[in-house]
Structure formats: C-alpha cells, structure tokens
C-alpha cells in the first residue's frame, strides 16, 4: 500500500517544480490530498458567566422602547403647555390694548347700514324715518314716527377673553347706542345698534300686514339679529348674552 506524502513532503515537492515541470503520478496523489483537508468549524460559544450579565435581553429592549415612548409624550406635552402659556400671553396682550385705548363711536350712517343688515335683503324696500343717539347707555325710551316705541334699561357691556367665558372680575362698560326707526310697506321696526361696535342692540316691530296694525316681536317682519358689525366687535359683548 502507498504511504501518503506528509505536507512537509508535498511543500517541498512543489517548490522543487520548475516552469517546465512534470507532474507524476505521486504529485497528482498529494494535490487529492490537499483537496480533501478541511479546517474544523469554530463555534463561538457565550459563557455562561456572560449569560448571567444580561439576564432577559428582550427585557432590556422592552424597557428601552418604553422610556423611548413616555420621552415623546412628556416633550409632545410640554410642547403643547408652551404653546398655550404664549397664546395666553398674546391674548392677555391684545385684552389689555382693548381695554387701554379709547373706543371710537360709529357715525350716523355706519348705525343706519348696521340696520338695514339685520332686514331681510339688506332692508330692501325700507326707508329710514328717524335716527337718534342715545350717548349715555342709560335707560332710554324712543318713538318713532309712525308710533312705534322701543327701550332699553341699560347699555352695557363686558370684556370677554376667548375662548374663556364671561368672567366676572373683568371690566365692564356703558356704551351709546344709535337708534335707527324704518318703515316699509307691511313694516315699521325699530333697531338699536351698538355706538361702538355696530352690533345688534334689539329691535322692535309693528306689522301692517292685516286690516290693523299690530305690534309683534322683532323677527315678525324678518328682522335677523347678527347682521351688523361695521367694525370688528372685538373683546367686548353685551352684558345681557
């Protein structure tokens, strides 16, 4: 039986070859050999002393995630929190730049225009019989040309800081009011508007549209209160909403 070359024996065999060497039947047994050795596999193994270091490794991640979690939505929180603490501020802001400048009254024609928004049509087919100027905001009676009699008890109104409710340590106000008596063919009313702010004051009404004249509620001759507003009401609202 033929011994099988060692490598040391191959090593030198193969140095020994030259360019124009012949390759023999041993040489083609040790190339074989070659082709057949092959290096064991190497596992790497943790310790076990490892192991006890990292006790539930999915634990760890469980945690991790949580923290991760519990992060976001204390900064998503706090985020909000500032948000709120400068809007407040930029409301506390505009507040008392209302409070501090003195308000303008609307003139005679602003009050009309606030009333013929609050008919139906924008008060088409109405004509204006009188005007007045209550300037105080104390209580006043009106009547108008045609008869029709409207009051008040007392114009006032109140600072609001939205979205807040009606708060009431906040300052409050008497403000003019400009009434304004129209007439159609089936109506008389009577609208009181805002001095400052052209907003709806109440109304009142008289209806021809039978064989006599009746007095009725506002809406009785399509009056729609919220129409008006020549200019932006602002922070204050009548005491009475």
């Known amino acids: 039986m033929t011994r099988m070359p060692s490598l040391d024996e191959i090593e030198a065999r193969l140095r020994s070859l030259g360019a124009d060497a012949i390759v023999t039947e041993e040489d083609e047994r040790a190339i074989v050999h070659l082709g057949v050795i092959r290096l064991p596999a190497v596992r790497l193994v943790p310790s076990r002393a490892g192991l006890r270091h990292r006790p539930g490794g999915r634990r760890i991640g469980r945690d991790q995630i949580r923290k991760r979690l519990f992060g976001r939505?204390?900064?998503?929180?706090?985020?909000?929190?500032?948000?709120?603490?400068?809007?407040?501020?930029?409301?506390?802001?505009?507040?008392f730049m209302a409070t501090s400048q003195p308000p303008q009254q609307i003139s005679e024609k602003e009050a009309v225009a606030d009333a013929m928004r609050q008919l139906p049509n924008d008060g088409a087919g109405?004509?204006?019989?009188?005007?007045?100027?209550?300037?105080?905001?104390?209580?006043?009676?009106?009547?108008g040309p045609n008869g029709l009699a409207f009051g008040k008890d007392k114009a006032k109104e109140c600072l609001i800081i939205p979205p807040l409710p009606p708060l009431p340590f906040l300052p409050c106000r008497d403000y003019p009011v400009w009434v304004v008596a129209l007439s159609s063919q089936n109506c008389d009313v009577i609208i009181a508007i805002n001095g400052f702010t052209g907003r709806f004051g109440g109304a009142g009404a008289l209806s021809r549209a039978g064989a006599q004249a009746t007095p009725g509620p506002s809406d009785s001759c399509g009056i729609s209160a919220g129409g008006g507003e020549s200019t932006a009401p602002g922070w204050w609202q009548p005491a009475w909403n």
């Open 126 to 143: 109405y004509t204006v019989g009188a005007t007045q100027l209550e300037a105080s905001g104390s209580p006043f009676d009106f009547t």
């Open 73 to 95: 939505v204390v900064l998503i929180l706090l985020t909000l929190a500032m948000l709120l603490v400068l809007g407040g501020m930029v409301v506390a802001a505009e507040a």
